[in-house]
């Protein structure tokens, strides 16, 4: 350790030194002063510790949250005193819901220039609410070996919060007196110093890995009725968990309805149970009483599908839920029990006899899949739903992929094709909202393969300040844009049919030239005029760089289109 000049600097030290050795890699620091000892204690952890500098704290949450998503560790945040903190909430909330790994630090005035009407100071205790799974604010910097050890031990518990139960959010407020910037503060730092670099300081246990859950007692499937249903889910090994679940499958005899957002779609060899339309099976009003099931396993969160959802609210099946966290997934309110493991941990199935309500199912999955297919081969307009469908055939292997909310996350859904290509699906669905969409992606491909994201115009305009980030961007990433000029999903809802005030309230269009959006930032851009163009563009895919391959649409066509054609690809 170098020579330590005053006590908020060695408490930095202290501080960011633990982080390192428990395993933290990569911290996302924003600029301001009040952080200075952080920002200075983190930039001397270079390259064990990956620091990255972006300007909007909104933008930064979010980078964070993909880097986290990415590489299922947590990420370390850091801000300075006043608002700044505030501009991560939105992060903070998607984290919670979807059960990202995020470390916050928010710098802070000390108490005695609080509630005074000090410069850059608000009430920053507790300023996440109930959203963090863990959240203290830090004793004042002492020069005591006593404090520093409560330190580290605090830093610690908040790295094991973070992590478990279930990953989440801890926030630490972490107030600093004068001097922030390394100079001298009269104080003589020597002999704690000499204490501090000794590895005896450093001999305390590390974090204990989690205690395995023990399942609650849940009823076995006894029907030979069910279904399993693999929802949203992003497991540590794509490979294994699908195997797990087709094993289960095999074991039951149970259809798989995979959510285009499970790694199930994109392993589909692993499993020929995979029921990839039922949104547009269960559009069909006979299917959806032949096919109603007694029993169904949710493993993941519940898919998007209003249909699928809607029809297990109407048939009123036992639900069993298979999830490791203690959230509960049951937004439908069934007749529902969990099992809190991850399927992963299941070694032994009940075996169910084979039955014609499998093959029922795979029968009309197997004719819907043609026709939906066939549909869209001999498309050759520039229809923005299309391009879901293509994107899951001409992508190279394990691209990550990042979805946009709106109608992209349901195009995807709805028409993802089953493929070998162990394609990494990434989404924001814990809020479901379109807040921080670019630099989650941008945290996703940062240090990645070459990655994609697919997303429409408002969604991507709502986070232009995620370019900001292009010159620490290690990495590609292709952003495929559907610009139809406003919220295309508001076209699918009741409201589209009152003008005034739809257009102006609800779609909500900006005119934008996306070619001088990305002159301004020096990012490649190129119109897609053809399917031909798209194929070309995407797959081999560049190795470094931001792009945009904008494919202009009729917003209000390919509304009309889904309404016209989602009902009409299961009839048989």
Request: hydrophobic share 40%; aromatic share 8%.
């Amino acid at each position: 350790m170098s020579l330590i000049r005053n006590t908020n600097e060695l408490w930095a030290f202290v501080l960011v030194e633990t982080l390192k050795r428990l395993g933290l890699t990569c911290a996302v620091i924003c600029p301001g002063s009040r952080s200075t000892p952080l920002a200075v204690a983190f930039a001397q952890k270079a390259p064990k510790i990956e620091v990255i500098p972006i300007l909007d704290e909104r933008s930064a949450g979010f980078f964070a949250l993909g880097r986290a998503r990415a590489t299922k560790k947590a990420v370390a945040v850091v801000c300075t005193s006043g608002t700044a903190g505030a501009n991560f909430y939105p992060a903070v909330i998607e984290a919670f819901e979807s059960c990202v790994p995020l470390l916050l630090l928010t710098a802070d005035r000390p108490q005695e220039l609080r509630f005074c009407h000090s410069g850059q100071t608000i009430d920053q205790v507790k300023l996440y609410g109930n959203y963090p799974n863990w959240q203290a604010e830090l004793a004042i910097p002492g020069a005591t070996l006593n404090l520093l050890t409560y330190l580290r031990q605090t830093i610690i518990h908040a790295w094991e919060r973070c992590l478990s139960p279930q990953p989440g959010v801890v926030h630490l407020n972490i107030p600093f007196r004068d001097p922030l910037a390394p100079v001298s503060d009269g104080i003589d730092l020597t002999s704690l110093q000499l204490e501090i670099d000794s590895e005896d300081f450093w001999r305390q246990p590390l974090p204990l890995s989690p205690l395995p859950v023990t399942p609650y007692p849940s009823p076995l499937p006894s029907s030979s009725r069910g279904i399993i249903i693999a929802g949203i889910a992003q497991p540590l090994i794509d490979e294994q968990y699908c195997n797990h679940i087709a094993l289960l499958a095999h074991a039951l005899n149970y259809p798989v309805l995979a959510e285009g957002l499970s790694p199930v779609r994109n392993h589909a060899h692993l499993n020929p149970y995979i029921i990839s339309t039922y949104d547009s099976i269960l559009r069909n009003a006979d299917f959806r009483e032949k096919l109603a099931p007694e029993f169904v396993i949710l493993i993941g969160e519940m898919p998007t599908s209003k249909e699928l959802r809607t029809w297990l609210q109407q048939t009123q099946p036992q639900l069993l839920i298979i999830d490791k966290s203690f959230r509960n997934l049951d937004s439908l309110h069934l007749k529902t029990s969990h099992l809190r493991v991850d399927i992963c941990e299941l070694s032994e199935f009940p075996t169910l006899p084979t039955t014609t309500y499998l093959e029922d199912w795979r029968h009309i999955e197997t004719k819907t899949r043609i026709t939906l297919d066939k549909t869209f081969e001999l498309c050759s307009e520039m229809l923005e739903c299309k391009a879901a469908w293509l994107l899951s055939q001409i992508l190279p292997p394990k691209t990550p992929l990042f979805i946009a909310n709106s109608m992209p996350v349901r195009d995807i859904e709805f028409f993802w094709k089953p493929n070998n290509l162990g394609i990494k699906a990434f989404v924001n669905r814990g809020a479901n909202g379109i807040d921080g969409t670019l630099s989650t992606a941008l945290g996703v491909a940062h240090r990645n393969q070459s990655s994609v994201m697919l997303t429409g115009d408002l969604a991507l305009l709502h986070d232009t300040n995620g370019f900001l980030i292009r010159k620490k961007f290690i990495g590609h990433l292709t952003i495929v844009l559907i610009n139809n000029n406003g919220g295309g999903i508001f076209e699918m809802l009741p409201i589209s049919q009152f003008e005034p005030p739809f257009e102006e309230l609800f779609a909500t269009p900006q005119e934008i030239d996306f070619a001088k959006l990305s002159a301004t930032y020096d990012i490649e851009h190129e119109i897609i005029t053809s399917w031909d163009l798209l194929k070309e563009k995407l797959n081999p895919l560049p190795t470094s760089g931001i792009r945009i391959l904008e494919l202009p649409t009729n917003r209000k066509h390919d509304a009309k289109w889904r309404k016209d054609n989602l009902g009409k690809f299961a009839i048989i």
